[in-house]
């Protein structure tokens, strides 16, 4: 924007030479005036200087001794001034600039940074759905307002900052963390006492307890529905005897190593595409919902398209109501065959690796795995086992008449809902 307003004024370059080029610089400094781009030349300086300041410069030329010589004349007045004798042409300038400022009014490009979980996409229409978008009037757009109806639109956004520059609304926000809620329970844990139990059967690799009574050690062996971690504790008096029980959400880091059953299956088959060579362009010009193909043809029937949007900006935050969009359009033919062994034992190790992060997400750690592949007709069939690592993260409530007993011999209720030891 700043340079736009340079080139609407006008400004020169210019080279000052002479007895006393610094002082003439320290003169220009104490008359406010603003000299940029400065360099060192041949026993002078040269500089730009805008058109209004050029024109107050006499007195401390004669003052220093120093001579001014223009290199170049940039700007509208020096435009105008080239060719005023085209009316026309400067017409055409005049309509033009009016033109961009008035566009310069409106919002014509909206970014979105920092979101994963919500898409630009259901941002974008949750914004057009508020009356903010493309083609939005600036002034009309109260950015903290904005903040906070975002905030309150999508509640898995914790953060969320708005502002405009030129024609650009660019948004940043920060979305809660996976798994992260805000309310009680937030790690899968029940807000009710309720006993860990074990989801897999196997074998204990490894306990820590921090709410609850431990019911097994390391190196023992469970069975699925065992309990791991009672939610009951039991409190004792002075001579030893249990006088109430107190009840809680058992909380403990428990892993128990398990065998997983795996089976899998996929085509012996493939259908490739395989480019010719060939290819054709096309361009679109693009006005929001609206579009003109500049370049309308026949494409081929079998083609991969890779697409380039290419912004109309000045500078780098005023952009214009639209973009040109570049396609290419690559003939391709299909080739069919059968995958080799090789191939075949690299999609299984691939589709084995991407099912253990699926897993890795939900705590499950694969170790080891006992697969065989084996190729039946038109498919590869792989069975067989995983053994994995599995951190226990489920519960059971403690029924409502078993923590009766909780009461205390002089009527006392010590149940918990919940709280940790």
């Given amino acids: 924007m700043l340079n736009f307003i340079k080139f609407f004024q006008g400004y020169l370059l210019v080279t000052v030479t002479g007895y006393s080029p610094e002082r003439f610089l320290n003169l220009c400094g104490k008359m406010n005036m603003v000299l940029w781009g400065l360099k060192p030349v041949g026993g002078g300086y040269q500089f730009f200087i805008s058109k209004k300041a050029f024109g107050l410069i006499e007195n401390a030329l004669q003052k220093t001794g120093t001579e001014i010589r223009v290199q170049r004349k940039y700007g509208v007045p020096f435009l105008a001034q080239k060719y005023r ?15 961009l400022m008035f566009l310069s009014q409106f919002i014509w490009k909206v970014e979105i940074d920092g979101n994963s979980y919500y898409s630009s996409q259901v941002l974008l229409k949750g914004l057009r759905e508020e009356g903010v978008g493309y083609g939005s009037w600036k002034n009309g757009i109260d950015c903290k ?9 999508y509640q898995d956004i914790t953060w969320v900052s708005a502002k405009i520059e030129g024609t650009r609304l660019y948004i940043e926000v920060q979305e809660r963390l996976k798994g992260e809620t805000s309310g009680a329970g937030a790690s899968g844990r029940p807000d009710v006492p309720a006993d860990l139990i074990a989801s897999r059967g196997g074998v204990v690799v490894s306990i820590t307890t921090r709410a609850g009574t431990p019911q097994v050690l390391a190196g023992d062996t469970v069975s699925e529905g065992d309990v791991l971690v009672s939610g009951t504790v039991e409190l004792f008096d002075d001579s030893g005897e249990v006088s109430a029980r107190k009840y809680v959400t058992g909380d403990a880091d428990v892993v128990i190593r398990t065998t997983i059953p795996y089976s899998d299956s996929f085509p012996a088959s493939y259908s490739r595409k395989v480019p010719t060579g060939k290819k054709k362009r096309d361009w679109i010009l693009e006005f929001g919902n609206w579009q003109v193909d500049l370049l309308p043809r026949k494409n081929p029937e079998q083609y991969l398209e890779l697409k380039t949007v290419v912004p109309a ?19 391709y033919e299909t080739e069919h065959g059968n995958y080799s062994g090789e191939e075949i034992q690299g999609i299984v190790e691939e589709r084995l690796q991407e099912n253990s992060q699926k897993l890795r997400e939900n705590g499950v750690f694969i170790s080891e795995n006992r697969v065989m592949i084996e190729r039946s007709g038109d498919n590869v069939l792989v069975g067989g086992t995983l053994e994995a690592d599995v951190v226990q993260q ?3 409530e403690i ?13 006392t209720d010590t149940t918990d809902d919940g709280d940790s030891l």
């Fill in 145 to 153: 307002a904005l903040q906070t109806l975002i905030r309150k639109k």
């Fill in 394 to 396: 489920e519960y059971r």
């Fill in 313 to 331: 900006v000045i500078g780098s935050d005023f952009y214009l109501p639209f973009q040109i969009i570049k396609k290419e359009y690559l003939e």
């Fill in 85 to 99: 004798r085209h009316v026309c042409f400067l017409i055409g300038i005049g309509a033009a600039l009016f033109l």
């Fill in 399 to 411: 029924p409502a008449n078993e923590m009766q007993e909780g009461m205390l011999l002089d009527g």
